[in-house]
């Protein structure tokens, strides 16, 4: 089955860093999602991505969809304390997600 | 415009009762998915379910799990003779259609088997 890995699985940065987490998956995607969840809280929705080299942005925060279809990328510039979370990227098969194993991201102001 | 709702939000089960969590999709969506999150790790698929249909089951375990999203009422998942290894986040979303969109989570619901 399809298999969606993601690194780093920690990343502690000081506000004002960047940050950047890596996702890969086993298989072509059709399409990419990728999730924020705040500690103690649920997953929420950031963006999805479908097209062979597709980019993003959503203010800070740029998301890039490999050539290939198989590996993709969230990037934070100028981190602030309000980004702290895990960050998950979810593969979409007829309607299931297969999630990465998030990257959780701590900011120290 | 309510989101999806789950209760409870925290549940405390002794070995080898059962537990019952219930999804109220968000108004207007008719597709339920239920995954479950150990600490620190991400979420598994468990379940997917239509109206009165499951349409994928793939990731629940064979034994004692079971989903159901009946016609009238909320989605349930049902977890018969609970064991320690059951504690998890269980979280339920919804979406609108099946073609691979935005899929919106309730609050989960914290199960605890003691």
């Known amino acids: 089955g399809q298999q969606v890995m993601q690194i780093p699985q920690y990343q502690h940065v000081q506000e004002g860093e960047d940050f950047t987490t890596y996702c890969n998956s086993s298989?072509?995607?059709?399409?990419i999602q990728w999730y924020k969840q705040r500690p103690g809280g649920h997953p929420v929705f950031l963006i999805q991505?479908?097209?062979?080299?597709e980019v993003k942005k959503q203010k800070r925060l740029t998301f890039q969809f490999g050539e290939a279809k198989k590996n993709s990328s969230l990037h934070i510039t100028a981190t602030q304390t309000t980004d702290v979370g895990t960050y998950f990227c979810?593969?979409?098969?007829?309607?299931?997600?297969?999630f990465g194993q998030g990257t959780i991201l701590t900011v120290h102001p | 415009n309510a989101g999806v709702m789950q209760n409870p939000r925290h549940l405390v089960r002794r070995r080898g009762q059962e537990a019952r969590l219930r999804c109220s999709p968000m108004?207007?969506?008719?597709?339920v998915y239920w995954y479950r999150q150990l600490p620190e790790e991400g979420l598994k698929f468990m379940v997917y379910?239509?109206?009165?249909?499951?349409?994928?089951e793939s990731g629940m375990p064979k034994e004692r799990f079971s989903a159901e999203f009946p016609k009238e009422g909320p989605s349930i998942l049902r977890i018969q003779q609970v064991v320690r290894g059951d504690s998890a986040a269980y979280f339920c979303?919804?979406?609108?259609?099946?073609?691979?969109?935005?899929?919106?989570f309730g609050p989960g619901t914290r199960l605890t088997v003691t």
């Open positions: 979303a919804s979406s609108p259609s099946r073609q691979g969109g935005e899929q919106y």
């Open positions: 298989t072509t995607l059709s399409n």
């Open positions: 991505l479908v097209k062979s080299g």
């Open positions: 979810a593969g979409s098969s007829y309607g299931k997600l297969t």
């Open positions: 108004k207007g969506h008719s597709h």
């Open positions: 379910l239509q109206k009165e249909n499951i349409i994928d």
